[in-house]
């Protein structure tokens, strides 16, 4: 893991607001699901020290869509561990995952955003259960991301504002000449 130094002002402020999003809970429920899937235990660390070199991660994606990533590397140098990460992303996006649901390499090796790890989990599971996985199931009720919809009464309204906004400008572009 890369030595940042401390970190303050802004920096600070989002680094807590990220450690805030973390949930225990969700961590340990979505090992468990990852562990019942790959059909083996985690190895005696943490939850973000057990994912952080990518080969769970590859192997949990070859048993959910088989040879989703034929060769990965079990070596222990930094820049292949790396490579794993980034063919479980590549494997997922395959899979059906969106982009917001992925995590960026450095949120899991450099464990900067444990909690968007676990939401890709979560998200893979839901993505499992749509093309009827016959493994165990994490949270089958979990809430689904869907798009917000705005009555048409609201987007009229905001048309109607862009319009008078539109009409004021032309109006001032026309005194000034």
Same mark, same amino acid.
């Given at each position: 893991?890369?030595?940042?130094?401390?970190a303050?002002?802004?920096?600070?402020?989002?680094?807590?607001?990220?450690?805030?999003k973390?949930?225990?809970?969700?961590?340990?429920?979505?090992?468990?699901?990852?562990?019942?899937v790959?059909?083996? /235990? *985690?190895?005696?660390? =943490?939850?973000?020290?057990? @994912? &952080?070199?990518? %080969?769970? !991660?590859?192997k949990?994606?070859?048993?959910?869509q088989?040879?989703?990533?034929? /060769? *990965?590397t079990?070596? =222990?140098?930094?820049?292949? @561990? &790396?490579?794993? %990460?980034? !063919?479980f992303?590549?494997?997922?996006?395959?899979?059906?995952?969106?982009?917001?649901?992925?995590?960026?390499?450095?949120?899991?090796?450099e464990? &900067?955003?444990?909690?968007?790890?676990?939401h890709?989990?979560?998200?893979?599971?839901?993505q499992?259960?749509?093309?009827?996985?016959?493994?165990?199931?994490?949270?089958?009720?979990?809430p689904?991301f869907?798009?917000c919809?705005?009555?048409?009464?609201q987007?009229?309204?905001?048309?109607?504002?862009?319009g008078?906004?539109?009409?004021?400008?032309i109006?001032?572009?026309?005194?000034?000449?």
């Amino acid at each position: 893991m890369a030595n940042y130094g401390p970190a303050y002002g802004t920096l600070a402020s989002n680094l807590m607001k990220i450690a805030t999003k973390r949930d225990p809970e969700l961590d340990k429920e979505a090992q468990e699901w990852i562990e019942s899937v790959i059909g083996e /235990k *985690f190895p005696n660390r =943490s939850y973000e020290d057990a @994912l &952080r070199d990518g %080969i769970i !991660l590859c192997k949990l994606m070859n048993k959910l869509q088989p040879n989703a990533i034929p /060769k *990965f590397t079990t070596a =222990s140098t930094g820049f292949k @561990l &790396r490579e794993n %990460i980034s !063919l479980f992303q590549n494997a997922a996006r395959a899979y059906g995952l969106l982009d917001l649901d992925l995590f960026q390499t450095v949120d899991l090796y450099e464990k &900067r955003n444990i909690a968007q790890v676990t939401h890709c989990i979560f998200a893979l599971s839901r993505q499992a259960q749509k093309k009827n996985f016959n493994g165990s199931v994490l949270r089958p009720h979990a809430p689904e991301f869907r798009p917000c919809e705005v009555p048409e009464k609201q987007l009229f309204a905001k048309k109607s504002l862009t319009g008078l906004l539109d009409e004021a400008l032309i109006k001032f572009a026309n005194h000034s000449d």
